[in-house]
């Protein structure tokens, strides 16, 4: 009915191409126009002006020689200025897009090794982006983006690459657990370095003590009894301990036998012994 009465609709978001004899005439916008048919005057075609995307899968290697797929989507859309050229100068413009994405493409992740490539996709897509735009703008089209969407190497790598990253997780985490062990071992032998420096300590001042309350002991006595002697004070207290540790063994129900000298010269040696003990760390406290 429109082409009888001489009449053409055009949707919004695209635009006509009207042709007079065959010959481009003009650009007709979205609305109703009159087309008359008679005159020569005829619609040659339609072109949208909505933004399109094609997604185009490359196959390239790297430098290091790793075969990967490369998919790069690719937004572009006709510009309504120039819809003659978009229309007349280009048979098939995904055809045509996709080819320059493999000439980039293929020019620029060969120059990468693979891991180079995953962390610089982005040069990738300001390159191919770079291409399209300065081809395609001759031909009425607009580049608006172009992403790297994923680069997908061969199964056999991706598996490779996982345990490489797996074999150095564990390696970090071995590292790390033997420098907690070690961290461990050096606070324990600290701990029971001090622990031994203080019971050498604490044993060093007990005996002190030992020393100083004899000491006290024999002076007080030879004070209080006149015409006594040091050694004499100092045979009777090591006799009196002597017996008083005899008793205890004694008294233990639960004590395995000793067998010690036991005797008047038994006693003498012991006190003898004890009594060089004695004067010799009074003498070493001294010095």
């Not at 020019?107 to 390159?127: G, H, M, R, T």
Request: hydrophobic letters at 40%; aromatic letters at 6%.
């Amino acid at each position: 009915m429109g082409n009888l009465l001489c009449c053409v609709q055009v949707d919004q978001s695209t635009v006509a191409i009207k042709e007079r004899f065959g010959k481009f005439d003009e650009v007709l916008e979205p609305g109703c126009h009159c087309l008359p048919w008679f005159l020569g005057s005829q619609l040659a075609g339609k072109l949208s002006l909505r933004l399109q995307q094609l997604d185009v899968r490359c196959e390239t290697k790297t430098k290091d020689n790793v075969f990967v797929n490369v998919v790069a989507s690719i937004q572009y859309r006709a510009l309504s200025d120039k819809a003659g050229d978009a229309f007349y100068k280009l048979s098939n413009t995904r055809t045509q897009i996709q080819a320059y994405v493999f000439d980039v493409i293929r020019a620029s992740v060969p120059k990468l090794y693979l891991d180079d490539a995953f962390e610089q996709k982005n040069e990738i897509a300001k390159a191919v982006e770079d291409e399209l735009e300065k081809a395609m703008s001759a031909y009425g089209y607009e580049i608006v983006q172009t992403l790297i969407v994923d680069i997908e190497p061969d199964e056999h790598v991706k598996r490779a690459m996982n345990e490489i990253n797996a074999a150095a997780r564990l390696r970090l985490a071995a590292n790390e657990k033997a420098e907690a062990e070690k961290i461990l071992q050096i606070k324990r032998a600290e701990g029971e370095a001090e622990s031994k420096y203080l019971a050498g300590l604490g044993i060093a001042r007990q005996r002190q003590a030992i020393v100083d309350g004899l000491r006290d002991s024999v002076l007080g006595f030879s004070v209080n009894v006149p015409g006594t002697t040091a050694k004499d004070v100092m045979d009777m207290v090591l006799v009196t301990q002597y017996f008083d540790t005899m008793k205890e063994i004694g008294a233990t129900s639960k004590s395995s036998a000793v067998f010690i000298p036991h005797g008047p010269g038994a006693v003498r040696d012991v006190a003898t012994q004890i009594r060089d003990g004695l004067l010799q760390a009074s003498h070493h406290n001294l010095s």
